[in-house]
């Protein structure tokens, strides 16, 4: 597949000459290339700007308070028209925090009403400002799914990845949660957190570091939650000029193709759903949103369900954080 070369993928590509094998390679080796979605997309994963409270030193979308994209109410509309045409059962909102962009509360209204299951993804912090303290009620009523990242159950960790006071700003968050029915046992809230690995390494077995978040938030601040996904750090964004400033890019590359797990490759994300970016353009999947990979079709408003299904997957070599280990997706661990 031709692809767009630009910065990124070149940082990405110099990897050949040191004799790492492209991920291209690696498919055609297990006889899976081309990779191709689904007969049909279950997931629509809308980032609705780069806008965020947070910078956070990992962030693949370079968010940030300085950033202005923001997903206008017309995309928005375009998106949910395609998930009732083509029956695309959950809407997926990421950012950014989706929080800030002033129409999130409408597209929440809007696909509950055409009862579709929305997951909203959330740094925790943003709720505790005031003009967003009313959310958490107004995601239970809607019975919104709440993905909500915490690097770690530590507040050196935490405040060491995302800023000084943001693990405290997370757990008094998690408790207003909580005591909204999240997380808890018996309720149809969904709370689940992420847990993402604070350097260049991979995350460790999803089943464990999901047992040691479970003991230290229950037994220190009395939380609980339904799952904890372990995602990977993709070498994109910010991650990827961190491994590059710090010479750790040829090995952390090297770890994850050494960890390459043929059995994770049916499970990737991008087989199963479509990323729309906040001003409409397509792509397989939000990492390669922010590589400007596109796919086919381009645009939410030239979206037909022929195209979405069936369709060749734009990959390249950061897919190998998708394939390590277990595997990593916006769920967490593939196998
Ligand atoms: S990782 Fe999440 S919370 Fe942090 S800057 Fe990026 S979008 Fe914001
Ligand atoms: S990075 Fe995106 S395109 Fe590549 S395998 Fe993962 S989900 Fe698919």
Redesign the pocket.
């Known amino acids: 597949m031709n692809v767009n070369v630009t910065s990124p993928f070149s940082q990405l590509d110099t990897l050949e000459s040191v004799g790492i094998k492209t ?1 291209v390679e690696k498919l055609k080796e297990i006889q899976a290339f081309p ?1 191709k979605s689904g007969d049909h997309i279950n997931i629509m994963q809308i980032n609705i700007g780069k806008v965020c409270n947070l910078s956070c030193k990992h962030c693949h979308v370079e968010a940030g308070p300085q950033r202005t994209e923001i997903m206008s109410q017309e995309i928005m509309a375009q998106c949910l028209q395609v998930m009732n045409d083509h029956q695309i059962k959950t809407l997926d909102i990421t950012g950014g925090a989706p929080e800030l962009n002033p129409n999130h509360q409408w597209l929440i209204r809007q696909a509950t009403e055409i009862n579709r299951h929305v997951i909203t993804r959330c740094n925790l912090t943003v709720l505790n400002d005031k003009n967003y303290a009313h959310l958490p009620e107004f995601y239970a009523e809607h019975k919104v799914e709440v993905v909500a990242s915490l690097p770690y159950y530590t507040q050196k960790n935490t405040d060491r990845m995302r800023g000084d006071g943001v693990f405290q700003s997370s757990i008094e968050v998690l408790k207003q949660l909580n005591k909204l029915g999240y997380g808890r046992e018996g309720s149809d809230l969904k709370l689940n957190l992420v847990y993402n690995p604070g350097g260049a390494f991979l995350p460790p077995a999803q089943q464990g570091i999901e047992a040691d978040f479970r003991r230290n938030l229950l037994d220190q601040y009395g939380i609980t939650f339904n799952s904890l996904y372990a995602i990977g750090n ?1 070498p994109v964004g910010r991650f990827l000029t961190f491994l590059q400033k710090s010479g750790n890019l040829q090995p952390y590359m090297e770890k994850l193709v050494a960890a390459f797990n043929p059995e994770t ?1 049916s499970g ?4 199963d ?1 479509i ?1 729309v970016s906040w001003d409409g353009y397509l ?6 949103q922010m590589l400007n ?1 596109s796919c086919k079709p381009k645009h939410i408003s030239d979206c037909k369900a022929e195209d979405l299904n069936g369709r060749e ?4 070599n ?2 190998y ?3 390590a280990g277990s595997g ?2 916006c769920g967490g661990a593939v196998v």
């Open positions: 991920f990779l993709f490759v990737v994300m991008c087989r759903q990323s792509f397989d999947c939000d990492f390669n990979l997957i734009a990959v390249h950061h897919c954080a998708c394939t990593s997706s």
